[in-house]
């Protein structure tokens, strides 16, 4: 049986993490979302999320990330990677579908190039 949970280890929490990944990783821009990525080929692929105020109230911000999170979980993930998703300012209007179809499509460019 597969896990389907998102558990601890399989986020990115800290500032200094995002940091790290801001700083010296990769940025693909999509429609929906920026996707900073850093390869850490010793651990498990990690997600940070990052939604601003410009995305709107916190209800808004909050179904963002749930979809991030739920596409994120549910697609088979590269191994070795840090990855943190910002999301733009028209990501509100976009359905599960959209942002799951961005983020595939961003995941496997990631896990293809070099920061």
Avoid: Q
Wanted: no cysteine.
């Amino acid at each position: 049986m597969t896990d389907l949970g998102f558990p601890p280890h399989r986020r990115l929490k800290r500032r200094s993490e995002f940091k790290k990944v801001y700083e010296t990783g990769g940025k693909l821009i999509g429609r929906h979302l920026v996707l900073f990525f850093l390869p850490n080929p010793d651990a498990p692929t990690r997600l940070g999320i990052t939604a601003t105020r410009k995305n709107g109230s916190a209800t808004v911000r909050n179904r963002l990330k749930r979809l991030a999170r739920e596409s994120f979980r549910l697609r088979p993930r590269p191994d070795g990677l840090s990855v943190v998703v910002n999301f733009r300012a028209g990501a509100p209007d976009g359905s599960f579908d959209e942002i799951r179809t961005d983020l595939d499509r961003l995941l496997e460019r990631a896990a293809k190039r070099e920061p």
